[in-house]
Structures are given as C-alpha cells and as structure tokens.
C-alpha cells in the first residue's frame, strides 16, 4: 500500500536532486508536502461535508443538524466509517468505487448547473456554461441510469441505494434551479 507514495517521493527527489539539492533533503521536503496536502484535501473535505450536513439538516428541518459540532461528527462519522469499516475484506469505501466516475461527472454538470443560474440570474448570457452544463447532465444522468440498472442486475444493494440517493439529490438540485429561476422570472415580470 505505501509503493505508490514511496515511488512518487523517491522520483520526486531525484528529480529535485538534480537541481543540486542532497535527495534525502528532497525526499523529506516532498513527504512533508504530500503529508500536508493530504491533510489539508481531508480538512477541506470535512468541513465541505459538515456544510452539506447543515445545509441538509436546514432543508428538511433537522435544526439539530444545524449544530456545527453535530454536523463534524456526522461527516467525520460517515468518511470514518468508508475508511474503516470492512466489506468483504477491503474497506467499504472501496465498495463506491463503481460509482465514481459517473457521480464525479455529474458532479462537474451540477457544478455548471450553478453557473449557468448565476449567469441566468445576473441577466448575462449563458450558453458558455449552460450548453455544457446541459450535455454533462444528460450523459451524466443517463449513465447514473445506466450503473443503477446495472447494480440492480447483480445484486449490489449498497450500490442500488447509494445510487439511487444521489441520483434523487442530482434531480432535486436540477429541479431547484428551474424553481429558482421560474420564480426569478415571475417577480421580474
């Protein structure tokens, strides 16, 4: 598990070595920025995550997820429980793994969803980003179906309801942002 980490030190001090630094120096300086970037992709990721459990809670009136302390916890119990938790011998954040590369496209379509609004509702134009912003849902979601279907047919229930669950959030936020803007245009009218 550590060769990849190991390989990307070592090859990075070679390189820095080259440039006349000793490569044991180069080697702890590249460490202690992986070390630091990583700990730093885990605090962002946490304290995103803890704004989605707050920002949830608010929505469907959980006001006790509003609790900031409540929400770390909720967040640092769910990644905790992806990194530790064993299913079938590997940890069950390895079981998403399928999903990832359907959910982190439609993530990028979701992302151009918000720009797209913000362009809509600024009055500015808005085909830069809502015709890829449209592309990426549609292939996006269709592939969502697509996985979820495939789940279905072997049985992986975790994926099933994992699937499922972003899939209705993906539509929800879809459906916020038309809401949002036929709103928008009724009080502009």
């Known amino acids: 598990k550590e060769a990849p980490l190991r390989a990307f030190i070592e090859g990075a001090a070679r390189v820095i070595s080259n440039l006349g630094v000793p490569k044991g120096l180069a080697a702890t300086f590249v460490a202690v920025i992986a ?3 990583a700990m730093t992709t885990l605090d962002t990721a946490t304290r995103l995550l803890r704004y989605n459990v707050e920002e949830l809670g608010a929505t469907l009136r959980v006001r006790v997820l509003g609790n900031r302390w409540l929400a770390s916890a909720v967040a640092v119990g769910a990644v905790g429980f992806f990194a530790l938790v064993k299913v079938g011998g590997k940890p069950a954040g390895m079981l998403l793994w399928p999903l990832f590369g359907a959910t982190n496209q439609l993530l990028a ?4 969803l918000v720009g797209t609004v913000y362009l809509l509702a600024r ?3 808005s085909l830069p980003v809502g015709i890829p912003m449209a592309f990426m849902l549609v292939v996006t979601t269709w592939a969502t179906l697509l996985n ?3 789940f279905v047919e072997k049985g992986a229930s975790a994926l099933v309801v994992v699937n499922a669950i972003v899939l209705v959030l993906a539509l929800w ?5 038309a809401f949002s803007l036929l709103r928008r245009g009724k009080t502009s009218s």
């Open 148 to 150: 979820l279907r495939s």
């Open 35 to 37: 070390v630091g970037f």
């Open 173 to 177: 936020l879809v459906a916020e942002a």
């Open 109 to 112: 379509g979701l992302a151009l």
């Open 123 to 125: 009055g500015r134009n």
